[in-house]
Each structure stands twice: as structure tokens, then as C-alpha cells.
């Protein structure tokens, strides 16, 4: 089988495409049959090795060799001890822990994986786990009247989270670059900002803010709360992160706001209600652009670039 492969960190020129052997499922696993890999800002850190805890599975080269977890295709084989599917099955999930998507054919355990609804395609499917994972999580809790602001909103997780709040009754301020206004307000943003413009921890304040590219200071996103506001980051330099857990909880505790880090929740559980709701009508799959397996390296530069207007799938014919 044809699968992009890895032995370093860096640019995507340490990418290439090759015939490597077919994996054999374990007990508990399945392999697919790839259709469609959706890229992940976890991908892009995955190749370059940074932020540092991007390299905690392998501190000076990648221990996993192909990337992608995003996967939706047809279960092939199915090893010892699985249950819930058999071969013919479409399937999709997020195998965060094992990758391999960028391929043409990928294991997985199945407990990282769903029926795809048969109303979706392959790559609308793809397109959900991780993004819809991660906008669930960021606006639980957010109701009619919430002033929500999301840094990073037109990317993946921000097509989703923009829909969700509006869903729950919020008044939504999108942040991304001036590429991205006009996209954002198609989503549903009642205000957009141009971070490179203009500094939105001076506007609001906000009840809410889920920060999907923490680069600013704690004592910023603070100012831009109001009082028994929450802030909740996702990814982000080791830095940030780390002063959002220490300066960030002491300060906002006292003035009297949350700060922290969102704790995303893994599995069917955590992204088929978002599926359900894009099968609904509810909530749109915003699929910017498709690349084939050879140009993955393509695919992914547009993600870590920041140029991606929601989701970015690599389709596998």
C-alpha cells in the first residue's frame, strides 16, 4: 500500500510517498480502508515537532511515521476481540493515538471509531471527529445571551464552534486573518475581527472565549472577560499553556474569572452528536479544499499556514 511517511521533524519536504507492507489488525483493532483523512492542526504540529508536547511520542524523531488520525473509510479486516464492526463496514473517528491516515489503508482501534451516517460522504465525515470534538467542548454551557468570543474561527473547530453558539442563542465574535471576515460571517458571526488589525482583548468584554490559538498574555485575555467570565485555550507554545495554568487560575481567580485549559473528551461520543446535527441540517461540513494522497505535503502547509477556511480532507481514490 501507498502511505506518506515521516523519519524526522520538519518542513513538509521531509514527507514522502511509498509502498510500504500492509498492517495486520490487532486484537481490538481494525484496519480500514482509507477514503478520506481531514488535516488537523495536530498534524501540522505533529510534522514539525513543535510545540514541545507535540513531541511526546518521540522527543528527537516521530516514534508514529505516518500522520493523519481524521480517517472515514470501509473496515478491510477486523483482529481478534472486536465486536462492533465487520468488513464492509463504513466507518469514521478520530485515531489520535495511532494516526496513519495519510495512507491507503490505516489501524485502528475500534473504540476510536463510528458508523459513518450514510447521508454523509467520506469526506464530510472526516471532516467532524476532532474539529467537532473540540467545538462541542468549547461552547458547552453557552446559552441565549452569551457573549462569545472564538480566536481562530475560521479554521476547522471554528466552523463548527461559530454554528454551535448560534445554535445555543450567542452573540458570536469571530477573530482570524482578513481572509477569513466574510467566511466567518457566512457562519453566523454577528462581529468578526482582524487579529493582525486589530486587538480584540480590547474589545467586549466577553462571557466566553475559547482561544483555538493561544498566543497572547494571560493578563490580555483577562481584560477581555467580564466579570464570572470563562477562557478556555486549546493548543498553543508549551509557554502560553503553562501561564494560563499557573498566572492565568491565580489571576483570574482573583478578579473573580476563569481561566484554563479546555479538556476535549476522546471518542463516538464526543463527536457523533456533531454528525448527528450536519445529518440534521443543523450544522454545515465546510470542506475548503481536497488534495490527493501525493500532495498531502500541500495539504498540510495550507493548515499550519493558517490558510484554511474550515476543514482541508486529503481524499484517497
Not at 195 to 203: E, I
Request: glycine share 14%.
Amino acid at each position: 500500500m501507498r502511505a506518506v511517511l515521516q523519519d524526522r521533524y520538519g518542513p513538509p519536504e521531509v514527507l514522502r510517498v511509498e509502498d510500504v507492507p500492509l498492517p495486520t489488525p490487532g486484537p481490538g483493532q481494525v484496519r480500514v480502508e482509507v477514503a478520506a483523512t481531514s488535516v488537523n492542526l495536530s498534524d501540522w504540529e505533529g510534522l514539525v515537532g513543535s510545540p514541545g508536547y507535540a513531541r511526546l511520542g518521540g522527543l528527537r524523531a516521530p516514534r508514529i511515521h505516518t500522520l493523519g488520525s481524521d480517517i472515514a473509510g470501509t473496515v478491510d479486516a477486523v483482529g481478534e476481540r472486536v465486536t462492533r464492526f465487520r468488513p464492509g463496514d463504513e466507518v469514521y473517528g478520530d485515531n489520535l493515538r495511532m494516526k496513519g491516515g495519510f495512507a491507503e489503508y490505516a489501524i485502528a482501534p475500534e473504540t476510536a471509531l463510528a458508523r459513518k451516517p450514510p447521508e454523509l460522504s467520506f469526506a464530510q465525515a472526516s471532516a467532524i471527529p476532532q474539529a467537532g470534538a473540540i467545538a462541542s467542548s468549547g461552547t458547552r454551557g453557552v446559552a441565549l445571551g452569551t457573549r462569545m468570543l472564538i480566536n481562530g474561527a475560521g479554521g476547522g473547530s471554528g466552523a463548527f464552534a461559530i454554528q454551535l453558539a448560534k445554535q445555543l442563542g450567542a452573540h458570536v465574535t469571530g477573530v482570524d486573518n482578513a481572509g477569513k471576515l466574510d467566511f466567518m460571517r457566512s457562519l453566523g458571526a454577528d462581529d468578526v475581527i482582524d487579529y493582525r488589525a486589530d486587538d480584540f482583548t480590547r474589545h467586549g468584554p466577553y462571557d466566553r472565549i475559547l482561544d483555538l490559538v493561544a498566543h497572547r498574555s494571560v493578563f490580555a485575555y483577562r481584560r477581555a472577560l467580564a466579570p464570572g467570565g470563562r477562557y478556555q485555550c486549546v493548543g498553543g507554545p508549551v509557554r502560553s499553556l503553562l501561564r494560563v495554568l499557573t498566572v492565568g487560575q491565580v489571576a483570574g481567580l482573583l478578579t473573580g474569572r476563569r481561566l484554563g485549559v479546555l479538556m476535549v473528551e476522546e471518542g463516538p461520543a464526543a463527536f457523533e452528536p456533531v454528525a448527528a446535527r450536519c445529518v440534521a441540517g443543523d450544522v454545515a461540513v465546510h470542506i475548503d479544499r481536497t488534495f490527493p494522497l501525493d500532495e498531502v505535503a500541500a495539504a498540510l502547509t495550507c493548515v499550519g499556514e493558517g490558510r484554511a477556511r474550515g476543514k482541508v480532507v486529503v481524499e484517497i481514490p
